[in-house]
Structure formats: structure tokens, C-alpha cells
């Protein structure tokens, strides 16, 4: 029998040490180092033990003869189908983290309702909540009368042994973390656990030809908990992300093998579960009069899509010595930067002055087009008055000053003007023409500056 060395193992980014110290070398961060034993192997297998035998060989086969991939399990959501690239793959594995109540359970079992009422066989494994809770649940979401079957089991070992009877097409695991196997004598949630139960249920995954979904914790930092091999494992990775003061959720897809990776999915939360927003953008803007400066709508991209969220910035005299950056939705280096470029190349000052800039909607702003979009709120916030009516802006500012162009342009004004918006602040180089929406070119931020910043002053 192999001989059990202890390792202490760091609960945050997996890292082994031999012996226990207050900081991970790895990852950095302190006291996060737990004691277990290394008797196991990696995936959470018995030690092997020597054999004399012959080791079998693995089976080679050229592309040609592979068999093409099986049908995609067409969901039936539009915005689901979208983020899982057309449909949920056979033989794959998912992985969806997010916030406490934040909806994931919710969501999935929905999911799993629709497939079983499509003629899939599904199965859903709870290890949080007890089935009397689910089922409470599922006659809120108006899908107890649906046809999937329900285990609330935590042991993985019990846990495979119904998969492979049962044989499903469709697999929600709820938690990942909740699962724990006896072939190691770690706790549930740790690192080794969670990697073993991840590596094991996703390779029963492969070879059954089900569609597996885990559920993840995430950390207060909102990355999906335990090591990142985690994430490595699977298929496709999901964040379920929104903000509770909010009625919407939004999937966000950081990897997929089988589909795009900056592709959304946008939901409303009702008293009868998530159901798919009509229509998105509206959901970032603000019905508010334009009588004020502060605000300027962003034209942004979600993969295919094209979604208007609504910047809004407050300048305002510092108080203390040292001026305060607060920040929400966007990066904090960004906005120092758009702030560095506003006073070297444009003459606006704002060193000693208070910033504060926020995304309406709890939406987070990824793009470099965003730029020139927190520019125009700042600019307006600053002269105290409001931008020209139902304006647009998009464009990346360069440490030059320079306005550089940004993908999809005429898509982002197509939107623009479906949505009534008159003018739009953008990069030199749309070809298009729209009809009612006066396109304004902008070659450096300066433009931008002498068409809605401050006056000089004398």
C-alpha cells in the first residue's frame, strides 16, 4: 500500500508545498495552505500498485475516419443558444460560477425542465438543497410537472454508479464542491477533492456522451473557486454575473471549445425564474432627461451583438489634499489613462479634482472603445452641461490623443439608430449611411474637447 506523505495544499490556486507556511509561494496570498495527505493519486484514483503486466497500447485512428460530431441539444432560449455557440454539445463539460444567489440553480433547472420536456433524459444532482426544497422551487418556475429525474447526493462514488445505470443525456451537477470522494482523505470543497471529483465526473462525461454542467463557487474576487486546472478541465466556462439591486443576469462565456468566447446572454429575473430580455440595451440606459452633464451612451459590442450602455461621470472639487478616482463597471488604469491623455494633449485640467465614473446598469465596460464614451462624460460633467442630444460615442484614445478606430462600427450605428439616437461621436472611418443619425468623425480627443468640454479659460 502506498505510503501517505503529508503535503499542505494551497486553497486558492492549488499549489503543493512540502511543508506549511503563512503564504503560498505561488499565488501570493496568506493563509491558505491546508495539510492532506498525498497517498492518492492525481484525479483522485488509489495509488497504483507495481504490476508485473504488459501495459495495453491506446488506439490511433486518422481524421478521416473520425465520425462527425453528434447534433447539438438545441435549448430552445435564444440567449442560451447564443452564449453555448448553438445548442449545448454532446460529450462535454461546463462549468458555470457565480455569486451566491445570483441565479445559477435557478437558471439550470430551468434548462434541465426544457430538455426534459424535449425528449432528453435529465438528470439533476443537488448536494446544497434537500429535494422537498427543489421541488418548491420548481412549482415557483411553473416546471414540476417536467420529466427530471432529481438526486440529492453528495458522495461521488454513489453519484457515478446512478449516472452510469441511468445512462442521461443532460447532467447538472449542484455544486462542484459540494462532491467529495472516499478515495481521498480530504475535506469536500478542497482543492484535491473538487480537482478529483471535477477530473473524474468529466471523464465519465467523454466517454457516456452526456452533457455535463458544474456548478462553481466563486471567491469574494468573483473567480471560480478552488484551482484554475479546474477550469482547464472542462469544455466551456461560464460566469453568471449581475448585480442584486438589478432585475437582469448576464452569462458571460470565458471559454468554449465549441463556440465563440465573447458572446452574452442577457436575462430578466421574474417572479417565474429568468426569461430572456426583449431588449438589452434598454436595460443600461436611464429614462432620464438629458438636462445635465455627466452622462454619455457607450455603443458596445457583446461578440455579434451590439449593446448601448449609459457612462455616467462626476467632477467635482477635491476636498482633501489628495483627489479621489472611484470607479464602477470600468478598469481603474483605464480611466487614469483617458485622465492623463485629457490634460497633456487637451489642456483640461483635472489633477486636483474628485472623478467619479460609474456604469449605469451594473454593466462592466471591456472594451478599449469605451474610451472615448467616459471622455465625453467626463468632459460634460466638467462644463456643468449636457452633451448634443441622443449622442453616441465609441473610440479608443491613444496616449497621443489620437482617436483610433474600433471593430464593427457600422454595426455599433446600426444600433444607434434603431434605437433613435441622432447624432454619433465616433473614429474616422465608418463607411455607412444611416438615415436620421448624423455620423461625426473625431480624429484626436481635442475634437471632442472643443465640441462639448469647458470653456477656456481666460
Known amino acids: 500500500m502506498a505510503k501517505a506523505n503529508t503535503v499542505f495544499t494551497c486553497q486558492s490556486c492549488g499549489a503543493v508545498h512540502p511543508k506549511w507556511s503563512g503564504r503560498c509561494d505561488a499565488c501570493g496570498e496568506w493563509n491558505t495552505l491546508v495539510e492532506e495527505t498525498s497517498s492518492a493519486a492525481p484525479g483522485g484514483l488509489a495509488a497504483p500498485k507495481s504490476s508485473s503486466r504488459k501495459a495495453g497500447k491506446a488506439e490511433f485512428t486518422t481524421l478521416s475516419a473520425v465520425e462527425d460530431a453528434p447534433t447539438r441539444h438545441m435549448i430552445g432560449v435564444d440567449e442560451l443558444d447564443r452564449v453555448f455557440g448553438g445548442g449545448v454539445v454532446p460529450s462535454s463539460a461546463t462549468l458555470i460560477g457565480g455569486d451566491p444567489g445570483i441565479g445559477k440553480s435557478t437558471l439550470l433547472l430551468q434548462v434541465a425542465a426544457r430538455l426534459a420536456r424535449n425528449g432528453l433524459s435529465t438528470v439533476y444532482v443537488s448536494g446544497e438543497e434537500a429535494a422537498a426544497q427543489i421541488q418548491d422551487r420548481a412549482r415557483r418556475l411553473k416546471v414540476a410537472e417536467s420529466p427530471v429525474e432529481l438526486a440529492t447526493e453528495t458522495d461521488l462514488r454513489k453519484v457515478m454508479s446512478s449516472l452510469k445505470s441511468a ?29 478529483a471529483c471535477a477530473q473524474e465526473l468529466t471523464r465519465w462525461a467523454k466517454k457516456s456522451g452526456a452533457a455535463l454542467i458544474l456548478v462553481g463557487h466563486v471567491t469574494k474576487e468573483g473567480q471560480i473557486a478552488g484551482p484554475r486546472v479546474v477550469e482547464h478541465m472542462v469544455d466551456t466556462v461560464f460566469y453568471f454575473e449581475g ?3 438589478h432585475q437582469f443576469r448576464i452569462l458571460r462565456a470565458v471559454k468554449n471549445r465549441f463556440g465563440p468566447t465573447d458572446e452574452i446572454g442577457i436575462f430578466e429575473m421574474h417572479q417565474y425564474g429568468l426569461a430572456p430580455a426583449r431588449e438589452p440595451s434598454a436595460l443600461f440606459l436611464s429614462n432620464e432627461d438629458e438636462t445635465s452633464g455627466g452622462t454619455a451612451v457607450f455603443a458596445a459590442m457583446e461578440g455579434s451583438r451590439p449593446v448601448l450602455a449609459e457612462v455616467q461621470a462626476l467632477v467635482a472639487a477635491s476636498a482633501y489634499g489628495t483627489p479621489r478616482r472611484s470607479i464602477v463597471g470600468w478598469d481603474a488604469n483605464r480611466l487614469a489613462m483617458v485622465l492623463a491623455v485629457l490634460e497633456a494633449r487637451c489642456g483640461v485640467s483635472l489633477a486636483g479634482r474628485d472623478v467619479y465614473l460609474s456604469v449605469a446598469g451594473g454593466y462592466r465596460m471591456s472594451e478599449p472603445a469605451g474610451d472615448l464614451a467616459a471622455a465625453a462624460a467626463l468632459l460634460t460633467s466638467l462644463a456643468d452641461r449636457p452633451p448634443p442630444e441622443k449622442s453616441v460615442f465609441f473610440g479608443e484614445v491613444a496616449l497621443s ?37 448624423t455620423v461625426k468623425p473625431l480624429s484626436r480627443l481635442s475634437d471632442l474637447v472643443d465640441l462639448i468640454g469647458p470653456d477656456p479659460e481666460p
Not at 178 to 195: C, H, I, K, Y
Not at 416 to 433: C, I, M
Open 167 to 195: 445512462n442521461p443525456d443532460f447532467v447538472v451537477i449542484d455544486s462542484i464542491q459540494t462532491m467529495w470522494s472516499d478515495s481521498l482523505e480530504a475535506a469536500p470543497g478542497s482543492v484535491a477533492q473538487v480537482r
Open 401 to 437: 490623443g489620437a482617436i483610433r478606430p474600433v471593430a464593427r462600427m457600422d454595426q455599433r450605428l446600426k444600433e444607434a439608430q434603431r434605437l433613435g439616437f441622432k447624432n454619433a461621436f465616433v473614429p474616422e472611418g465608418s463607411t455607412g449611411s444611416f438615415e436620421g443619425l
Open 243 to 245: 448585480e442584486r439591486g
